[in-house]
């Protein structure tokens, strides 16, 4: 009985063991290419620009929305894109929609009201870039710049793949606070973790989960 209570008690261990190297191992493939896809985004001119919502502050811009918001103007300063989607809802303990105070710091940088176009009803990135998309071919826009923080990019360029959007990248830079870079990596190992679970029931059933 001690030779088989043993045998259990080892292949549950090797079980274990193997699954936390499984898990180490994804999470550095993911990693890998959260940065790579990060940093070799790039841009090209498209019609339109999409900044993805992103925390607010009482009625101010979080520093990691702020980086979208500068991004986004210079990009459209450069002439990459004439309009601007600005996306996001009023999440909980906020004040006023993400989508609101992007748009109100572009204006205040100097792009045209006429310029900017809101989407108030997104709760998370799947539903930034799905509401932004009808938004797109509503006015018959062809083509977007998304823009986001690096560690963003990768994730939200597999479901603008799934939405059959034509994209490119405009990297926002990062806060200055390590803290923040290292939460906002750990977060979106998580929520990748997710997408890819998600997505397996996702593709048996034809449909595109909500994803955060």
Not at 11 to 39: D, H, M, P
Not at 67 to 80: C, D, M, T, V
Not at 86 to 115: C, F, N, W
Request: glycine letters at 6%; proline letters at 2%; hydrophobic letters at 40%.
């Amino acid at each position: 009985m001690r030779r088989k209570s043993g045998s259990v008690f080892d292949k549950r261990k090797l079980a274990i063991n193997l699954t936390v190297v499984l898990i180490a191992c994804l999470v550095v493939i993911i990693e890998s290419n959260i940065f790579y896809k990060g940093f070799s985004a790039s841009p090209k001119e498209s019609d339109v620009i999409i900044v993805l919502g992103c925390t607010v502050w009482g009625e101010e811009p979080s520093p990691k929305l702020e980086k979208r918001i500068q991004k986004a103007f210079e990009l459209y300063e450069s002439g990459y894109a004439r309009k601007v989607i600005a996306t996001g809802s009023r999440g909980y303990g906020e004040q006023i929609h993400e989508a609101a105070v992007i748009k109100k710091r572009l204006i205040e940088m100097g792009v045209p009201e006429s310029d900017i176009l809101e989407e108030k009803d997104s709760t998370n990135t799947l539903e930034n870039l799905k509401y932004a998309n009808h938004l797109i071919k509503i006015h018959g826009y062809k083509s977007a710049i998304v823009v986001t923080n690096y560690f963003h990019i990768y994730r939200s360029g597999m479901i603008a793949k799934d939405l059959k959007m034509d994209i490119s990248f405009g990297k926002a830079d990062m806060p200055e606070s390590k803290v923040t870079l290292v939460l906002s990596n750990a977060r979106e190992v998580i929520s990748l973790l997710k997408y890819f679970t998600l997505q397996v029931f996702s593709k048996l059933k034809g449909e595109i989960f909500i994803l955060y």
